[in-house]
């Protein structure tokens, strides 16, 4: 804890939330197509060279350095990609087009815009050096190299490589389950229509999303309304049919707030003021052995402590070891003018970039029920405790 502000730091809570997560996910043999998004659940090593063999980078002619001297090279041979070719045979060259095997014993190839082509074969124009226009065979990935590791987040990058070895299929953890609860007798979902004392329940929408960012399974358990047994019930419900479990509201002490007691009652609840803003009020703990996240109930609070808080854990159970979310070091355009005694993350916007460095300007209003700031903005700019002014224009930036 702060001793300054009371408040436990953000480092700190997440030190304490970090220290017990584990993955324990089943595995899954899925088709390569099929992996977009999925964990990787072992390291995987190339069973061959990629390329498979030298091939030629350009439309032209394969031959050896030695049959450069000749006026005339005849040609013995056309290779196109795709097609076996025959050993090259002395004084000769081969016509082959890019992508085409190159044939045994040629060591170079030269281009067809440095060729004539005249009577019995070619005439070599220019100079030209060994190995040119050659993609050797492993060039981009060796026999026995390793490519990827086990809990690698997988991306069309890595689905392109595995196909280039011709991996058909590869093993992931299955999809993390995540219960999403809105606490709250005033929430409404849309669609429904608006009366006195009500709103539209936006936070139920947004972890949804969130969610299926992170490719995880959505086990929507909807509003429970402000009642202590039908928020014991749908606490309950949620452990038993998910791996994590995420509410929105009702983690503070207000009497009408009965998440906090129905934790601690089916399990244990830690319930932190964090130097946070927006989202200080946090709860973490368990269901009967299943992790619960309590999370505040201003929708933009909802968004920073489920990106900031939530996210990294959630990933972590999902499998994943590369860490592929980190902030980016940037400029703020226009940093607070007074230093706050918790850590802010401002919904920001990208404006461009100077010497290498993002550059990007913090929206108007920071109010943490206004969400529209997030729309328009592009992440989250971190401003440190204490800092202030040009202190502040310096920071990390956290993207959606």
């Not at 097609?83 to 067809?112: D, H, Y």
């Not at 009408?256 to 973490?284: C, N, Q, R």
């Not at 980016?328 to 226009?334: G, I, K, M, S, T």
Request: one cysteine or more; glycine letters at 10%.
């Amino acid at each position: 804890m702060s001793k300054q502000s009371g408040l436990m730091p953000v480092t700190e809570a997440m030190a304490a939330i970090m220290a017990g997560v584990q993955c324990d996910l089943s595995l899954e043999i899925l088709p390569l197509y099929a992996v977009q998004g999925r964990v990787l659940a072992q390291d995987l090593q190339a069973f061959m060279d990629v390329p498979p063999a030298d091939n030629s980078a350009m439309d032209g002619y394969a031959l050896r350095m030695s049959d450069l001297e000749m006026d005339v090279v005849p040609i013995s041979q056309r290779i196109a990609a795709g097609q076996a070719p025959k050993a090259l045979s002395v004084g000769t060259c081969a016509r082959l087009f890019t992508g085409a095997e190159v044939p045994e014993g040629a060591e170079l190839i030269v281009m067809q815009e440095q060729t004539e082509i005249v009577d019995g074969g070619i005439r070599i124009l220019g100079e030209h050096h060994l190995g040119a226009f050659i993609r050797r065979a492993g060039q981009d990935i060796e026999q026995g190299e390793k490519v990827l590791s086990k809990g690698t987040l997988i991306s069309p990058r890595h689905m392109g490589v595995l196909a280039s070895m011709g991996i058909a299929e590869v093993e992931v953890y299955r999809r993390l389950k995540v219960a999403v609860i809105s606490t709250g007798s005033e929430l409404l979902d849309p669609g429904q229509p608006l009366s006195a004392g009500k709103i539209y329940n936006s936070n139920r929408y947004q972890l949804a999303g969130l969610l299926a960012q992170l490719d995880m399974e959505l086990v929507d358990v909807g509003i429970i309304e402000d009642d202590p047994q039908a928020t014991k019930d749908g606490l309950l419900q949620a452990a038993k049919s998910a791996d994590v479990v995420i509410t929105s509201g009702g983690v503070s002490v207000g009497e009408e707030d009965y998440v906090k007691t129905s934790v601690e009652a089916l399990g244990a609840l830690s319930l932190w003021k964090l130097a946070i803003k927006p989202g200080k009020p946090l709860a973490f703990g368990h269901i009967q052995g299943t992790p619960f996240f309590g999370l505040p109930g201003n929708p933009a609070s909802v968004l920073v402590t489920f990106l900031v808080m939530a996210r990294p854990y959630l990933l972590a159970m999902q499998g994943v070891t590369d860490k592929p979310l980190r902030p980016l070091p940037a400029q703020l355009v226009n940093p607070p003018d007074r230093p706050s005694v918790r850590q802010e993350y401002l919904r920001a916007r990208i404006v461009g970039s100077a010497q290498g460095m993002l550059q990007v300007k913090a929206m108007t209003n920071q109010n943490s029920g206004v969400l529209s700031t997030a729309m328009h903005g592009d992440g989250l700019a971190i401003v440190p405790i204490g800092a202030s002014g040009d202190e502040a224009s310096q920071i990390e930036f956290l993207m959606f």
